[in-house]
């Protein structure tokens, strides 16, 4: 089977009737796309299709859009893509779709998205709800509660913030701290963390809105020496945060289901291809993963790592 | 030693010290127009330090300057220039990037007429014309006029030095010894300049550690020794064994000049 | 023996080597030239590869117009460089920028020329007053130009995220994303690239002819010298400053009108890249020595790079090695062929490489 | 009017300023300890806001703990800025010796110390080959380090990210964790903060007493000097990134140890931090001088300001803009402060501000 | 002008082109040991270029360097300072950020004994002294030596330099206008140095424009016009005109030397 990182290498369409599908990443080396990578490969190796794959260094509009560029210029015959932005990234999907790539929108989506044969999109702001959820079930007794997320401005990470902080208002027995950000950074995140833990000694719960903001927090937590005490809860379920659950630094975890969004994608993309009926939109879901149900019902739920 | 006339600039009581370094003490020190001063001492004496000062490179930590009898504030080397000073650094101060033309003219470019020279186009072909007369005039050996300074010769370097100032200057030139790397023809050269100057009524500041030099070009001699002026002298009053004296304390002259 | 001559000049002045060489002698001499070549290179190799998905106008088009916003920002890093100072701020007052400008032109509603307008003068006057600020602290207070300017990278960045809470801004009048973001002269030349190419135009005509660009490499030169001859240099450095950053504020509309929001999360490499650009055109970081055209080609080779590796299937992992060897390579085969031609002789490069690259 | 007196030296040598100086005095004078009472000061200020909180050890020794990484490479970056260089590379080269270690520890399966020092030993050996490269490519090739440090920045990321997949490394021998990570020596101060310690103590001794150090402030302060002496330049510039890269492997193992992750996309800003750091503290960009005691203080600034706000709860967004404001103040303060010592006299701050900073 | 000796370093053909300036051009050279020879020549003429190239700072294009005979590759600095060659260039190359002792010893520091010493610990207290007896024997007005030179007047950093090579050479050293920033009596210790360090058997090689030093202290001339040696005389056998008209070109020695 293929690593996590390697896409295959370019081939032209046409031939025996297999397709090229590219896929651009929201940011190069996140397991979420990488496992979303894993589920396109696999649906497009039963169809025979070949995939490209390529992502901006950062989950960044300015980056992605040079990328999007040279991709049309190479002419696949199908586009996934998660937008890093839902009005920077219109103008270039727009162009092309205009060119004749059928575009499918995985993950994020845009203004108006009426170019794309079909958008497949996760609850983001759901699952920061989900993700107070946690909280509030190890510590039903309430208090106070923070968010460390990357940067302001990243969309996917924002909406999950504004959901998890929509729960926290809607009970009162619960406080929020407020977002930091930790710039993704992890020592950043530890840093922030162990001076809110000095100011607040009494915060019961964290929410890390991506994996180096939980495993900073995870840090931070360690060295002030509170583990245990406080709630960590992370976002995606790649393998290093499962570790980080079974490790018990992390106490619980919200999976996307990026390998459906994959296969769904590459299904809508092939189907537009044929001139078949493609689905519109499509809504995938969340698990919560925690210790009781990592090895059980939440194990479907991790992230695969190796595509097989 | 007194004289009627009103010195161009004069200098009273200046004092610099640089960490435990008392680079000037007490110094005084005047020049009159129309007459070459040289400033002559030791190593170390305080002689460039003061030509600093004098010309708004360095502030002093006490003193006054006086131009044209009435108290300056020297406070930068732009000061200095537009009261019509100008000076020749020991340490050349010319910028290796540029070619002889550009520093000759840089700070005082010919524009353009017009809109262009509103805009800040100059006079290329002008300047280069100019500068070469100016150079020709020292006899300097400066091969290109448009390859960087910092490419050439120490002699070339300190001829271009030379020629800048002397070309700018209207009252008053210090020249922190510029013959030190010249060839024997251009520091023929360079003293005949510097009557030349004289001649039009400019005071010139000459430094240098060659006596037979500065009797040869100077009206008056000032000497300093750690940081003060130990003697203000005509140049006819004395002699290359008394010179060396003051310089290295052997001899003293009585009383404060 | 001894036989008398009359005395003559040792050397008369100006009579070895005036610049007798053609003009494209001299061109090909300039230090911009040599890493052109580099470029041509590079996009001769893709070429070859990739026929007819590389090699194709709508792609080099493509290449060009994502390349102007840093082509804007790169004129005044420029400058900026050549006085051997440093700009880290420029990405982050792009950002503010854009994001004054965006509320301004929010508060005042509408789709037309006239707040449209509006924006483009707030945005380029946000930007200069960072500028200016910049400037100020590093001639008048001697703070060097790389905390200063770190430091306003941090507090431009922060006040952009104070103004927007946080959240991107999104409502552009349309005239800007129509007509500067994705609008075209001649059919065909994105409108952006052409505002670009104008500031490059000025930039080197200013810097190359004019008694401010004269300065500028006077500063870097020896700033000493500089302030000796009277040159006022603080105020010379200000205003390097204060362009660098009109330019940043000029970038930032450019950019809003490109991606239609204020995107305050990217930008964090643009300082790096331009610098990265400039410094591969060949203007030295200890000052004195600079062109805008080598600056230019500098930003062109990690953006040809990226979009040939894109279009010729490179793994995103591998492309960032090969940019990175690239690069050094790059630098590396200019530097030689450069010092080969002040030696005066051609056979430089194969010369270094058998005698180990002594310095002459 | 002449009186003769016997001809003696117009100065002795050595007579007028040996350092006749106390210690105390010399301290207080020294550049480093200008920036310390800045330190002093910020420390003090939010001491006095939340004595409860920010002023207690607990808290200072996170401090330290979380700067513990950074003052390891900040020791090979204060070299390295000391020659006039620049390496923008540790970062990546902290994540690619973090992989390689990581990857060979989990081959080697297992949790104790015999893996742990095989893992801590292939770290330092990676980032010594990244510095080597560096060093080779500065001094042999003539690349600007610039260049050279940021097409390694680029490799080295993109190999650890080749070599992961992208996705970070969890297996982290706990011995690793507990004793170096988390642990502590004489119950209270973090065994990372110790191995720091021992890193910049060293590192201080070296450049100020030896050869070694003697040799880098003359390369840094004129490396054409330093070659004519017969110094050999360029084996000294590959040391010293060597150095650079070798303390990046061991900040490697040391983030591995504390994070138990290869955090492969983390420490995109280590670079300008450290950086900052070392100018902050004192080392000049061009080169020639520099202390390791002030690059430390120079850590803590930012360090004590992030740790300050947060506890003081000043929001997020202005928390940037303050940080920036604070570092631009701490290092215009120390510029006053270290050129009135200069003058000898003591008035210069307040001099300063009246006579509009004129040069002296 | 012949003699039987074996010249210790000798130049036959050396040429070296600048862009379109012939720096050197076919020039020759040699020096003798226990001999001063003067190498003068007009602003630009190629002194300085051929200092450098044989002390192993600049490439040449053509041309060979014999050292006791035999062909040696003076490739680099140090591969000079190993056959026991020192120099004192014009432009210093001085560290300006360290001290005087420091520069006295950069790249010869006094070790200590035993594991320190192998560490790369130095005698600081010991080369302090050593340097303090050197300044105080060219009567160098050297203020402090715990001071970077950098901080330091024309001549005091002069003298460092000189103290720097007469300390270290072995064999040859080239002094580059060694007495240019410095002051009379100064001068006076240098050319007596020169003398000193000749009768222990060193070639020394004094480069000035001041053609009364010249025929003080030199045994024999060469003169460079051009990039090419025009003359080589023995110091006896001519006069202070003739040598400024072989350096302008006024006069000119018939057949190559
Ligand atoms: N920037 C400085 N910092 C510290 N000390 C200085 C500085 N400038 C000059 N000095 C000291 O001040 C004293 C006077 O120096 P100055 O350069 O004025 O001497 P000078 O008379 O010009 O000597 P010379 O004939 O050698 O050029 C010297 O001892 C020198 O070391
Ligand atoms: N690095 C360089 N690049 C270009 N030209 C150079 C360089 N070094 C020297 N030259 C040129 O070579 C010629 C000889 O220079 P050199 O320094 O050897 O003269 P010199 O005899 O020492 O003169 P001076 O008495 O003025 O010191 C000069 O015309 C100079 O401009
Ligand atoms: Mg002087
Ligand atoms: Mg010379």
Known sequence: GCSGGSGSGNTTGGGSGGYSIAFVQGVAGDEFYISMQCGIEAAAADAGATVTVQGPAKFD????????????????????????????????????????????????????????????????????????????AAHPEGGKVLVVSTDPGVSTTDARAAGFEAAVKNNPSFTSLGVQYSHNEPSTAAEIVTAALQKDPDIVGIFAANLFAAEGSATGVQQAGRQGKVTIVGFDAGPAQVKALKDGIVQALVAQEPATIGKDGVAQVLAALKGEPTEEKIQTGFTIITADNVDGEGAKAIYQSTCK | MTTAQVPVLEARGLSRQFGHVRALNDADFE??????????????????????????????????????????????????????????????????????????????????????????????????????????????????????????????????????????????????????????????????????????????????????????????????????????????????????????????????? | MIVKSPVTETVAIGTIDEPRTSFVG????????????????????????????????????????????????????????????????????????????????????????????????????????????????????????????????????????????????????????????????????????????????IGAIV????????????????????RRVGVKVDGQLIKIYALSGALAGLAGILSLSQFSTTAIAGQSQTNLNVIAAVVIGGTSLFGGVGTIVGTVVGLFIPAVLQNGFVITGVQPFWQQVAVGAVLITAVYVDQVRRSAAMRGNSQGLWRKFVSGGRRG
């Open chain 3, 207 to 226: 810097l190359h002819f004019t008694r401010f660009g004269l300065y500028t490499l006077a500063v870097g030169s020896s700033e000493i010298a500089t």
């Open chain 2, 31 to 257: 020049v009159f127009p129309g007459e070459v001063t040289a400033l002559i001492g030791d190593n170390g004496a305080g002689k460039s330090t003061l030509v600093k000062a004098l010309s708004g490179n360095l502030a002093v930590d006490s003193g006054v300057v006086r131009f044209d009898g009435a108290v300056v504030d020297m406070a930068s080397p732009s000061a200095a220039s537009a009261l019509g000073i100008e000076t020749v650094y020991q340490d050349l101060a010319l910028a290796p990037h540029l070619d002889p033309v550009q520093n000759m003219y840089l700070g005082r470019e010919i524009r353009r007429g017009g809109l262009a020279g509103a805009l800040g186009f100059m006079r290329t072909r002008e300047m280069q014309a100019q500068s070469r007369r100016a150079f020709d005039e020292l006899g300097a050996t400066v091969r290109s006029l448009a390859s960087p300074v910092g490419e050439m010769s120490g002699g070339q370097r300190q001829a271009i030095a030379i020629a800048r100032a002397v070309h700018w200057a209207s009252r008053v030139v210090f020249l922190d010894e510029p013959t030190a790397a010249l060839g024997v023809r251009q520091t023929k050269n360079v003293l005949e300049t510097i009557r030349r100057v004289r001649d039009k009524g400019i005071a010139v500041v000459f430094i240098s550690h060659s006596m037979p030099h500065v009797i040869e070009v100077s009206d008056r001699i000032q000497v300093l020794r750690l940081g003060t002026r130990v003697a203000n002298i005509r140049t006819a009053d004395t002699s290359m064994e008394e010179l060396v004296g003051l310089m290295t304390g052997a001899v003293t002259k009585e009383g404060r000049l």
């Open chain 1, 61 to 136: 509009p300015t980056l992605q859009k040079p990328i999007v560029d040279a991709i049309v210029a190479s002419k696949p015959d199908a586009l996934l893509i998660a937008p890093t932005d839902v009005s920077a990234m219109q103008a270039p999907i727009q162009a092309a779709a205009d060119a004749g790539i059928k575009v499918v929108l995985v993950d994020t989506t845009l203004d108006n998205p009426s170019m794309a044969v079909s958008q497949i999109s996760s609850d983001n702001e759901g699952g920061g709800a989900a993700a107070f959820d946690a909280i509030k």
């Open chain 3, 26 to 201: 001299r061109v090909v001499r300039a230090q911009a030239f040599q890493i052109f070549l580099v470029l041509l290179v590079i996009v001769g190799i893709f070429s070859a590869i990739a026929p007819d998905t590389f090699a194709q106008w709508s792609n080099f088009r493509l290449i060009i117009q994502n390349a102007s916003i840093l082509g804007v920002l790169a004129v005044g890093m420029t400058y900026v460089i050549i006085t051997a100072g440093i700009d880290l701020s420029v990405g982050s007052v792009l950002v503010f920028s854009g994001v004054v400008a965006a509320i301004t032109m929010r508060a005042l509603g509408g789709e037309g020329w006239g707040v449209a307008t509006i924006g483009i003068l707030v945005s380029i006057v946000s930007g200069l007053a960072w500028g200016v600020v910049n400037g100020v602290l590093i001639a008048k207070a001697k703070i060097p130009p790389l905390i200063v300017t770190l430091g306003s990278l941090g507090m431009a960045l922060g006040l952009a995220q104070i103004l927007t809470g946080g959240i991107d801004i999104r409502e552009v009048p349309s005239v800007l994303t129509t007509s500067i973001g994705y609008g075209n002269v001649f059919g065909t030349i994105p409108t952006i690239s052409v505002i670009a190419l104008v500031v490059i135009v």
